[in-house]
């Protein structure tokens, strides 16, 4: 299937439409049209090899909400017409342990990256949702839920659910207390999604004007991370603080915020970082996690969940042409909260 994308041909160049083909079905294969594409910061740092692995001509994107124009004949889960979503990955080898138990982001053998990955059966490389249509495996597929807003739903695919999934992991819900680092998509999404699990949620940041935008967003609380007393008085106050700072960082300020057995989890930064000390660690036995996106079951999940609650990303709407200046405002996080391309303003010429 010919179908059109924008992509960068080099870690230096802008992106640009790019025409290509997406594989003819597989038995499993859903083919979709892609009508939003949510804008993740990691685009940007895949797009210039920040993390080493990209390959080119790379189209990114990979917060996929769509229609479903064909399916094979036997994937049964979907039917043309249904509003479908794709995340972070599109494959995996799914009869690991951990893919048998729902945690195919955490497959042995290496989950299949929505875009930068290689196709499992072809190892070609998978190119992502800045572009017209998809083909993805079926169980890759996710189900919009009815009377979500479409338009909005796609970085529930992965704001939302590298934010969910610590959530749910550290069994958040009524009464836990819950910091947020960074006021940006992921965190914007973690304050929603906290609040919405019933826990008591502040932001922590380094600017004081984000402090309305959190209160707004539903945070009962907002700490200036520059003022010594106020951190001081907040020590031992959280069960899980949520970083999603996207660069590297010094964690020791926020250390003394949680509570014994709390957790600091890392989901911006993918990379070094400052080096924190071990002695609030050790002192008030404390701990530092990582945590990635989540399994497909839990990302529906959360779409169901959103949908009950009425929780949706805050998103700009902007065309596929305004993409490279809207990488550049995100870089300056010149965004509240989540670019949102809407993928109809990219013709595919006859
Ligand atoms: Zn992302
Ligand atoms: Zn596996």
Redesign the pocket.
């Known amino acids: 299937m010919k179908t059109r994308g924008y992509a960068v041909q080099t870690a230096k160049s802008l992106l640009e439409p790019y025409d290509f083909e997406r594989r003819e079905l597989r038995f499993n294969d859903v083919a979709i049209e892609i009508l939003y594409s949510g804008v993740c910061h990691s685009d940007l740092h895949q797009a210039r090899n920040d993390w080493g692995w990209s390959n080119y001509p790379l189209v990114p994107g990979h917060e996929i909400v769509g229609r479903v124009i064909d399916v094979a004949p036997q994937a049964k889960r979907y039917k043309v017409g249904d509003y479908v979503a794709v995340g972070c990955m599109v494959d995996?080898?799914?009869?690991?342990d951990?893919?048998r138990k729902g945690l195919?982001q955490l497959?042995?053998?290496g989950n299949t990256q929505t875009y930068c990955g290689f196709d499992r059966i072809t190892n070609e490389p998978t190119k992502g949702g800045y572009s017209k249509h998809i083909v993805v495996r079926e169980d890759f597929v996710l189900r919009v839920p009815q009377g979500l807003d479409v338009s909005k739903v796609a970085p529930l695919l992965c704001a939302g659910i590298t934010t969910y999934s610590p959530l749910r992991t550290w069994n958040i819900g009524p009464g836990s207390r819950v910091g947020v680092i960074g006021l940006g998509g992921l965190g914007h999404m973690a304050v929603k999604l906290a609040s919405a699990l019933g826990a008591v949620v502040a932001v922590v940041s380094r600017t004081a004007d984000k402090a309305s935008d959190a209160k707004a967003l539903g945070a009962d609380a907002f700490l200036l991370s520059t003022d010594s007393t106020a951190m001081e008085k907040a020590a031992s106050n959280f069960d899980l603080i949520i970083d999603t700072v996207p660069v590297r960082h010094d964690l020791n300020p926020y250390l003394p915020l949680l509570d014994v057995d709390g957790t600091l989890v890392l989901v911006g930064q993918v990379g070094p970082l400052d080096e924190p000390s071990t002695v609030p660690l050790i002192v008030g036995r404390r701990r530092i996690a990582g945590s990635p996106i989540g399994g497909i079951l839990e990302t529906q999940e959360l779409l169901d969940f959103c949908a009950r609650k009425n929780v949706l990303p805050d998103c700009e709407m902007i065309r596929m042409d305004q993409i490279n200046e809207a990488w550049e405002r995100m870089e300056r996080a010149d965004v509240r909260y989540r670019f949102v391309i809407d993928m109809a303003s990219l013709e595919i010429p006859a």
Request: hydrophobic share 20%; with cysteine.
């Open positions: 995996s080898c799914m009869v690991c951990q893919c195919e497959c042995r053998e």
